[in-house]
């Protein structure tokens, strides 16, 4: 029974220093990315060649004050939750 339980333990500390080491080099990573990117210039859309059209224009014009649209949101949301009942 004493050399399982050893068996285990071992097994066990691999495991875990296996995954600690891991995360050790996923934060080390991430915080070297971090680093290089704060050091970077940024890019503006319009220097890259226009917008990405993957991403929805968005106006700046919106006021946050708007009534119709506060009241197609409210719709829209009234419609959501009606069709998951």
């Given at each position: 029974?004493?050399?399982?339980?050893?068996?285990?333990?071992?097994?066990?500390?691999?495991?875990?220093?296996?995954?600690?080491?891991?995360?050790?080099?996923?934060?080390?990573?991430?915080?070297?990315?971090?680093?290089?990117?704060?050091?970077?210039p940024a890019v503006e859309a319009t220097e890259?060649?226009?917008?990405?059209?993957?991403?929805?224009?968005?106006?700046?014009?919106?006021?946050?004050?708007?009534?119709?649209?506060?009241?197609?949101?409210?719709?829209?949301?009234?419609?959501?939750?009606?069709?998951?009942?």
């Amino acid at each position: 029974m004493g050399e399982t339980l050893d068996q285990g333990l071992l097994l066990m500390a691999l495991g875990m220093g296996t995954v600690f080491g891991f995360l050790g080099l996923l934060v080390g990573a991430v915080s070297l990315m971090s680093r290089l990117l704060a050091t970077a210039p940024a890019v503006e859309a319009t220097e890259a060649g226009g917008a990405d059209p993957a991403r929805p224009a968005v106006s700046q014009s919106v006021e946050s004050d708007d009534p119709e649209l506060i009241s197609a949101i409210i719709a829209a949301v009234h419609r959501y939750r009606g069709d998951k009942r």
